[in-house]
């Protein structure tokens, strides 16, 4: 699961979404920007393709940025994507059975 919150806006307004992810990810591998627009890299923790994101429906909230998109077999031919900017992410709080 991912758990994200925030506080914007001149008056401070709180945002906040929990995820079930659809599978395991590889936490130590995972990085995140806190930048104006929040950005998740989420590495898998197989190379099985997910339907969706999460385990249940859609969210219309949640953007595939296409300039940054690449399938398995296009990878190195696109080049890898740049996480360099991005942070390691903290996932202390979860077990190993939760990712």
Known sequence: CLDFAAKGGEDGSAYAFHLELYAPIRREDSK?????????????????????????????????????WADSDEEEDKGAFDTGDLEGMDFGGLSKEDV
């Open 32 to 68: 995140f920007s806190t930048k104006r627009c929040p950005m998740f890299f989420l590495r898998k923790s197989s190379a099985d393709n997910w339907p969706r994101l999460q385990k249940e429906g859609k969210l219309p909230w949640v953007k595939i940025d296409w300039n940054r």
